[in-house]
Nanobody, 122 residues
């Protein structure tokens, strides 16, 4: 039984920071490409970060580059998303996902968490 469980979401003010966590069970993160996606109200799910199975390569779209950082603690089988300088546009449900491949797209993810809500107020 594979499970991904996000935590750390909440209500913050613009300019604040949050760190999201994704704890995995039934799979070892070092064998999977890990990714964070988000889905805002009325919008499609979009990629916000990815990390190679080796942990040596990270990806960020321009919308979050310089503000978000993905990392992994292999001993705890947990991945993190550090989010700084948050703005109202970052408000969304954030999802942790894992893939046995290397393509960072919604359709290529094998496992998903249920999501954690991040709300940024102005």
């Amino acid at each position: 039984q594979v499970q991904l469980e996000e935590s750390g979401g909440g209500l913050v003010q613009a300019g604040d920071s949050l760190r999201l966590s994704c704890a995995g069970s039934g799979l070892t993160f070092s064998s999977y490409t890990m990714a964070w996606f988000r889905q805002a109200p009325g919008k499609e799910r979009e990629l916000v970060s990815g990390l190679s199975a080796s942990g040596g390569s990270a990806y960020y779209p321009d919308s979050v580059k310089g503000r978000f950082t993905i990392s992994r603690d292999s001993t705890k089988n947990t991945v993190f998303l550090q989010m700084n300088s948050l703005s109202v546009e970052d408000t969304a449900v954030y999802y942790c996902a894992a893939s046995s491949g290397a393509v960072l797209s919604v359709s290529e993810m094998d496992y998903w968490g249920r999501g954690t809500l991040v709300t940024v107020s102005s």
